[in-house]
């Protein structure tokens, strides 16, 4: 089945600087990959979907990399601030078949933005 | 944004007992999933529901486990005997659509102790 692997699991940045956290996966029928953030006691929140067509994603001060050959998938804060002190979890999802609804997550990235 | 509320956010229970957590979902939701975190590991697929009935569940689905959202209420996990490793963050989400690129809403989590 789908392994997912997420890196770093914990990452100290100080403000403005970038943060880059690292998701490898194996199935290669992966087609839907997520980004979720979540903060201390509340909900996963997304913050990007990508479908397999597409390698570069630009969100708000963010941007998502898609790489089908080597099979990762990396996001990039870019000007971290404190704000951004969160949880990150990465999600794959295949195409169809018997996997419908079904995401395989990384173990995530506890992201700390140093003021 | 549209929000999943999970009741109660913490439960301890002794082992043996039964337990029942609840999700309250997106209102217009008709899919709807349970994911299990052990502490330090990945989120894990349990299983989706849709139509009152269980279309997918994993090896962790145990069958102790048991899926229902009677007369659209709460979609609730009933675990009947629970075992100590049923210790876990157990986070519910719910989507508007079965296809894999359809965003799953996530609630904040169950935080279960089973002594």
């Known amino acids: 089945g789908e392994q997912v692997e997420q890196r770093p699991p914990h990452l100290s940045v100080r403000e403005g600087d970038s943060a880059f956290i690292t998701c490898t996966y194996t199935?290669?029928?992966?087609?839907?990959f997520f980004w979720y953030k979540q903060e201390p006691g509340a909900s996963l929140q997304l913050l990007m979907k990508v479908f397999s067509s597409t390698e570069i994603n630009e969100g708000q001060g963010f941007t998502v990399l898609l790489n089908k050959k080597d099979k990762r998938l990396s996001l990039n804060l870019t000007a971290a601030h404190p704000g951004d002190s969160a949880a990150y979890f990465c999600?794959?999802?295949?195409?169809?078949?018997?996997?419908?609804?079904?995401?395989?997550f990384g173990a995530g990235t506890q992201l700390i933005v140093i003021p | 944004g549209p929000k999943v509320l999970q009741i109660p956010s913490h439960q301890i229970i002794d082992m043996g007992q039964m337990v029942t957590l609840n999700c309250d979902p997106v209102?217009?939701?008709?899919?709807f999933y349970w994911y299990k975190q052990i502490l330090g590991q990945q989120m894990e697929f349990l299983v989706n529901?849709?139509?009152?009935?269980?279309?997918?569940k994993s090896k962790l689905f145990k069958d102790q486990f048991s899926v229902e959202r009677p007369d659209g209420s709460y979609f609730t996990l009933k675990i009947q005997p629970t075992a100590l490793e049923d210790s876990a963050v157990y986070f519910c989400?719910?989507?508007?659509?079965?296809?894999?690129?359809?965003?799953?809403?996530f609630g904040p989590g169950t935080r279960l102790t089973v002594l």
């Open positions: 209102s217009n939701h008709l899919y």
């Open positions: 529901f849709y139509n009152g009935k269980v279309m997918e």
């Open positions: 999600a794959v999802s295949a195409l169809g078949g018997s996997a419908l609804g079904r995401l395989h």
């Open positions: 199935d290669p029928n992966s087609y839907y």
């Open positions: 989400a719910s989507s508007s659509d079965w296809e894999n690129y359809a965003e799953q809403f």
